[in-house]
């Protein structure tokens, strides 16, 4: 008898990030033989407006200079009309436990169950129990078709779509990092710091704080009364005014870390244990020292995620542009490491 032997296959995921202020395309290798990850291509385009004319067109610059072919990305969504739900339910297996939530979704969410897309899964057996602790994400559709429609627009089709913060934890648990215990992780983006609190690795809780880099640019503007764009440069290199800077930024970042310590004492209590590490990640990760001041502000180990330290990366792509940029990667680097 012979059996035929076949030859496993590499293959390219895109990930597609559309921000506030910017769009975020990632391609990554998936090596089949050697289980490797490789970063082959990448592009960052600000956008003009979040108007949708703008984001497509914005999109399309990306594939242009990428001279991308594919036509199957993966991208997420994100906002207010995204909701994630930590439940607890019997023990069943995933087919039952889908039957359930088709008669019982509208208990877990504030919306009619009509207007929503949903999905779940079996995190984890709550000890000593017969339950099971589940992750129940829904999104209106409204703002699930039309990320279909931008992407139809583009030329492209979504083959998963995500959460933001979701992307950046499954980055997180593919990339190896093995924090035991309980850690935090802050995408600090233009208007909102998504949270994802995770225990021995796994998701325990989320929430979105609206604030974010805007907030802190708007306290940079009245302090210094300089421009915008002054104010970008000036965050990422002070040039001697850090002082200043800091003490400008202060009263955002106490507001953000009470917001965070309500979350962090909420998984403490319930967990018995206390939150031992921070990772920030996201376009306001760039801060110079933001790291520190949040350590101490927190008094915890605060860390910036940067997920392409721990890829390979193409001989044929800008390093030095790689490392400047990482943390605003998360996401799109998340969504390309999926399936």
Request: glycine share 8%; aromatic share 6%.
């Amino acid at each position: 008898m012979l059996k035929k032997i076949g030859t496993p296959k590499s293959k390219l995921n895109i990930g597609l990030d559309i921000g506030n202020s910017s769009v975020k395309m990632v391609q990554i290798l998936h090596e089949a033989r050697s289980g490797t990850r490789e970063i082959t291509n990448f592009e960052i385009q600000p956008l003009k407006s979040s108007k949708r004319s703008d984001v497509v067109q914005a999109i399309k610059a990306i594939m242009e200079r990428l001279q991308l072919t594919a036509k199957y990305i993966n991208t997420s969504v994100s906002g207010q009309t995204v909701i994630v739900r930590y439940i607890q339910m019997p023990k069943m297996s995933k087919e039952e436990l889908g039957k359930a939530l088709k008669l019982s979704v509208g208990k877990y969410i504030p919306f009619n169950a009509e207007e929503i897309n949903y999905d779940f899964q079996i995190l984890e057996n709550i000890k000593n129990t017969e339950k099971i602790r589940v992750l129940l994400v829904a999104a209106k559709k409204e703002i699930v078709q039309e990320r279909i429609d931008i992407l139809k627009e583009a030329g492209l089709s979504a083959q998963i779509i995500d959460i933001d913060s979701f992307a950046i934890v499954n980055s997180f648990q593919l990339l190896g990092q093995q924090n035991k215990g309980i850690i935090a992780v802050l995408d600090i983006g233009a208007d909102i710091t998504s949270t994802t609190i995770l225990h021995n690795e796994v998701p325990y809780f989320s929430r979105d704080v609206p604030l974010g880099g805007n907030e802190l640019n708007k306290a940079i503007l009245e302090e210094f009364e300089i421009t915008a764009a002054e104010a970008e440069s000036l965050k990422q290199d002070p040039k001697g005014r850090y002082g200043d800077l800091l003490g400008a930024i202060k009263p955002v970042l106490d507001k953000l870390c009470t917001e965070l310590r309500l979350s962090f004492n909420f998984c403490e209590s319930q967990l018995g244990e206390v939150v031992n590490k921070v990772f920030i990640t996201g376009g306001t990760a760039k801060f110079k020292g933001l790291d520190k001041v949040l350590n101490s502000i927190l008094g915890l180990d605060v860390a910036i995620w940067d997920p392409t330290q721990m890829l390979k990366i193409s001989e044929n792509l800008p390093k030095a542009r790689i490392i400047e940029l990482g943390p605003l990667l998360s996401v799109s680097i998340g969504l390309a490491l999926r399936g």
